[in-house]
């Protein structure tokens, strides 16, 4: 994997040090061309127009959702856009029809995304069980045993902490709900830009994850169900329907059935074109280029007086999401003071997952620094010794 060559495609990379890109990863141009194409020579509704132009349109859109059910290797399936991983898991929750007693099961490593929306269905008569990770944020395998019986109707969990960079043992997981008939939902937000992922392999059947963390534009995300047919769409209206008559309607089959009203045409396209992208670097190459920059930093922060890490200690158990404090700092004093001083971008606070910084005892929440297929070892050496400076005259 050719960084250098690769950060030619980032022109916002020669003012930041970006290791933000858990919250949202940056653009590369041939993203950036390919939603430019679409609104400059072949802008048009799709699943409407017969003209050429918006054939053209229709065409590129679907071939955008092959390409995304191509990057999780799904060969069946329905591959829905939405509007990211949030819209993702909302649809399945609310889609699916609950029973009073049904029971779901999540972790407390959570983002809010994924433990709100069945939180919601406790008023359904829903029974939500969360699980506690330790003070390292691993959960063992045990604790899903333990949970998982022929009560449950379904699996919610993260593949990746957004806090913690903490792996779950996803397949583990899997196979108990297999074993026990429930419906697994894997929420990939964290995993899908970052490492090959072939949903057979993970077993679930719901897998979640938002196009503009994987260099996607703003606003996309992407639902795959193994099985579409439990799950009722979020809205109804024009282009998900077959028929409509006065007093009843048939729905489309796959996705455009989910997708109810004019969608994000160009972020799809771009969606598309961002997975090419990362196809053609490699998803395994990002993975190993992010692993050794995680080595690198983990190494480097335990060398710094008054900081604290968070997170499995284990380099086999975590991502390339790392988190943090300074004794005597807040963690957005830190955040602050590392874009002032060296134009560093972290994020600091509670990263969308109360909840878990209440459970660890960590009030503000953290500064979390995560990192890319962009990234390199200079700006991680910048990064630890802007800290090493901070922690000095905290
Ligand atoms: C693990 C995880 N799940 C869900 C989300 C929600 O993603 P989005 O904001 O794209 O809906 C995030 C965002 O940070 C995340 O990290």
Same mark, same amino acid.
């Given at each position: 994997?050719?960084?250098?060559?690769? *950060?030619?495609?980032?022109?916002?990379?020669?003012?930041?040090?970006?290791?933000?890109? $858990?919250?949202?990863?940056?653009?590369?141009?041939?993203? #950036?061309?390919?939603?430019?194409?679409?609104?400059?020579?072949?802008?048009?509704?799709?699943?409407?127009?017969?003209?050429?132009?918006?054939?053209? $349109?229709?065409?590129?859109?679907?071939?955008?959702?092959?390409?995304?059910?191509?990057?999780?290797?799904?060969?069946?399936?329905?591959?829905?856009?939405?509007?990211?991983? /949030?819209?993702?898991?909302?649809?399945?929750?609310?889609?699916?029809?609950?029973?009073?007693?049904?029971?779901?099961?999540?972790?407390?490593?959570?983002?809010?995304?994924?433990?709100? =929306?069945?939180?919601?269905?406790?008023?359904?008569?829903?029974?939500?069980?969360?699980?506690?990770?330790? *003070?390292?944020?691993?959960?063992? /395998?045990?604790?899903?045993?333990?949970?998982? @019986?022929?009560?449950?109707?379904?699996?919610?969990?993260?593949?990746?902490? @957004?806090? #913690?960079?903490?792996?779950? !043992?996803? *397949?583990?997981?899997?196979?108990?709900?297999?074993? @026990?008939?429930?419906?697994?939902?894997?929420?990939?937000?964290?995993?899908? !830009?970052?490492? !090959?992922?072939?949903?057979?392999?993970?077993?679930?059947?719901?897998?979640?994850?938002?196009?503009?963390?994987?260099?996607? =534009?703003?606003?996309?995300?992407?639902?795959?169900?193994?099985?579409?047919?439990? &799950?009722? =769409?979020?809205?109804?209206?024009?282009?998900?329907?077959?028929?409509?008559?006065?007093?009843?309607?048939?729905?489309?089959?796959?996705?455009?059935?989910?997708?109810?009203?004019?969608?994000?045409?160009?972020?799809?396209?771009?969606?598309?074109?961002?997975?090419?992208?990362?196809?053609?670097?490699?998803?395994?190459?990002?993975?190993?280029?992010?692993?050794?920059?995680?080595? %690198?930093?983990?190494?480097?922060?335990?060398?710094?007086?008054?900081?604290?890490?968070?997170?499995?200690?284990?380099?086999?158990?975590?991502?390339? &999401?790392?988190?943090?404090?300074?004794?005597?700092?807040?963690?957005?004093?830190? $955040?602050?003071?590392?874009?002032?001083?060296?134009?560093?971008?972290?994020?600091?606070?509670?990263?969308?997952?109360? =909840? #878990?910084?209440?459970?660890?005892?960590?009030?503000?929440?953290?500064? %979390?620094?995560?990192?890319?297929?962009?990234?390199?070892?200079?700006?991680?050496?910048?990064?630890?010794?802007?800290?090493?400076?901070?922690?000095?005259?905290?």
């Amino acid at each position: 994997m050719n960084v250098s060559r690769l *950060r030619e495609d980032f022109a916002v990379l020669s003012d930041v040090i970006y290791l933000d890109s $858990a919250a949202t990863s940056l653009t590369p141009e041939p993203v #950036l061309k390919s939603v430019e194409d679409y609104y400059r020579h072949f802008r048009a509704n799709v699943g409407r127009g017969v003209y050429r132009q918006a054939q053209l $349109a229709d065409q590129r859109y679907r071939l955008a959702h092959n390409k995304l059910a191509e990057f999780v290797a799904a060969s069946g399936g329905t591959t829905v856009f939405t509007r990211n991983a /949030t819209e993702s898991i909302n649809l399945v929750a609310q889609g699916l029809s609950w029973k009073r007693g049904d029971r779901v099961v999540t972790t407390l490593l959570e983002h809010h995304s994924n433990l709100l =929306p069945w939180m919601k269905l406790k008023s359904q008569g829903v029974e939500l069980e969360i699980i506690k990770p330790d *003070r390292e944020g691993r959960i063992d /395998t045990a604790e899903f045993e333990r949970a998982i @019986n022929d009560d449950v109707r379904l699996v919610a969990t993260t593949h990746v902490s @957004n806090v #913690l960079g903490t792996v779950l !043992p996803v *397949r583990e997981i899997s196979d108990l709900c297999r074993e @026990n008939g429930a419906m697994y939902l894997l929420d990939a937000a964290q995993s899908a !830009p970052h490492l !090959p992922l072939k949903v057979d392999i993970l077993g679930c059947d719901f897998l979640c994850f938002s196009g503009h963390k994987m260099l996607g =534009p703003t606003g996309t995300g992407v639902l795959w169900m193994k099985d579409e047919s439990p &799950v009722q =769409p979020l809205l109804s209206g024009g282009g998900m329907v077959d028929q409509v008559f006065e007093e009843s309607f048939s729905i489309k089959k796959g996705y455009e059935g989910f997708e109810a009203g004019t969608p994000d045409v160009g972020g799809g396209i771009g969606l598309g074109a961002a997975a090419d992208y990362l196809q053609k670097v490699g998803l395994a190459e990002v993975h190993n280029h992010e692993m050794m920059l995680t080595q %690198r930093l983990l190494m480097g922060l335990q060398e710094i007086e008054g900081l604290e890490i968070y997170g499995p200690a284990d380099l086999r158990d975590r991502s390339g &999401v790392v988190s943090f404090n300074i004794r005597g700092l807040l963690p957005h004093e830190v $955040a602050l003071m590392l874009d002032q001083a060296k134009s560093i971008a972290v994020r600091s606070g509670h990263h969308c997952c109360m =909840p #878990l910084m209440r459970h660890l005892g960590l009030d503000h929440g953290t500064v %979390r620094a995560s990192v890319y297929l962009y990234n390199t070892e200079e700006e991680i050496d910048l990064l630890l010794q802007t800290l090493e400076s901070i922690a000095r005259l905290a």
